[in-house]
């Protein structure tokens, strides 16, 4: 896809993390549709714990 991001498949395959301004945007790529948004979680948060969490469901 376009834009900035950051590779985050150790996590969970094909994870993507973009950011914007105080935010950090999770997401995962599909073939001929937009990405599809996992989380955005402000800068301040436990963002690992939050983005687990979030994953297991």
Known sequence: GR????DM???FPA???GRYE???VF???RE????LIVAIFHERMDLMTRLVDRLKE
């Open 32 to 35: 001929g549709a937009p990405a």
């Open 27 to 29: 997401c995962l790529p």
């Open 22 to 24: 105080h935010h950090y």
């Open 9 to 11: 498949s150790a996590l």
């Open 15 to 17: 994870l993507r993390m």
């Open 3 to 6: 834009g900035v991001f950051k």
